[in-house]
């Protein structure tokens, strides 16, 4: 079974989050915000694919794809997220800016300046309940903020 969530996150021109830059490639026709990914964009987009648990380098047990891409404006996100077991998914979560992490989610993190001194924290549970926080490394708690 594959459950589909698809994130627009409010960001043009992030840094790379991780050691290898990705290329995002831009769009002139942004995805259908719908769960289906079979826009065109989604084909031409960035994908990755080599998850890992927290705190552990090996594979996932379940495979997960991410897709991204651009179009001036807005970055978009896309998760393809598998489960063969899908009576076991976590979906307690029900409050905007709750605990989404302790659902089965996705979580983003942009940092938009070269210097990674300030993050973006996007959460996006299987309920759909969805969470954002911003931080600064080396500092707690994160703020709570609303995209819109």
Not at 2 to 29: E, G, K, N, S, Y
């Amino acid at each position: 079974m594959t459950r589909a969530a698809t994130l627009l996150a409010f960001v043009v021109a992030a840094a790379p989050a991780a050691a290898q830059p990705l290329t995002v490639p831009p769009t002139d026709t942004p995805p259908a915000i719908d769960a289906v990914l079979d826009d065109a964009c989604w084909r031409q987009a960035a994908v990755l694919d080599d998850f890992t648990p927290p705190g552990s380098d090996e594979p996932a047990s379940e495979p997960t794809e991410a897709r991204l891409c651009a179009d001036g404006t807005w970055l978009y996100l896309s998760f393809a997220c598998h489960e063969a077991r899908p009576e076991q998914i976590v979906r307690e979560q029900t409050v905007h800016d709750g605990s989404v992490n302790l659902d089965d989610s996705v979580e983003v993190l942009i940092a938009p300046v070269p210097d990674r001194s300030r993050y973006y924290h996007f959460l996006l549970s299987v309920n759909n309940i969805r969470a954002e926080q911003t931080g600064w490394p080396g500092r707690t708690p994160y703020r709570r903020w609303d995209t819109g």
